[in-house]
């Protein structure tokens, strides 16, 4: 079942330990994932301490299997942009020495 994307629904990600990881959607469909795992919303704290941000694709939102279970507003509209991010990708040179 599909719902309707907001800014600020808080997601319910399933974990295989049983227990779920939480993340609040910010701008440009990204996720603050809350440092804190948990069995239920009821018992994630009112604080906003993440471990990460990451971005998602639209479908992840929408397929039902992360379920919204919260809002949490944003102070302003700055605010709901999440920090500066980037993606680093290192290129290592290799040299292969066959013998024979």
Same mark, same amino acid.
């Given at each position: 079942? =599909?719902?309707?994307?907001?800014?600020?629904? %808080? #997601?319910?990600?399933? /974990?295989? @330990? &049983?227990?779920?990881?939480?993340?609040?959607?910010?701008?440009?469909?990204?996720?603050?994932?809350?440092?804190?795992?948990?069995?239920?919303?009821?018992?994630?704290?009112?604080? =906003?301490?993440?471990?990460?941000?990451?971005? %998602? #694709?639209?479908?992840? /939102?929408? @397929? &039902?299997?992360?379920?919204?279970?919260?809002?949490?507003?944003?102070?302003?509209?700055?605010?709901?942009?999440?920090?500066?991010?980037?993606?680093?990708?290192?290129?290592?040179?290799?040299?292969?020495?066959?013998?024979?």
């Amino acid at each position: 079942m =599909e719902h309707r994307i907001k800014i600020r629904n %808080v #997601y319910e990600i399933p /974990l295989p @330990d &049983g227990t779920n990881a939480y993340g609040r959607l910010y701008k440009e469909y990204t996720l603050a994932i809350y440092s804190t795992r948990a069995y239920s919303y009821n018992e994630l704290p009112n604080t =906003e301490e993440y471990q990460c941000f990451i971005g %998602v #694709y639209k479908d992840l /939102l929408t @397929d &039902g299997k992360w379920k919204v279970v919260g809002k949490r507003a944003f102070v302003n509209e700055e605010d709901a942009w999440s920090p500066p991010q980037c993606v680093v990708l290192l290129m290592v040179k290799v040299h292969y020495i066959i013998k024979v």
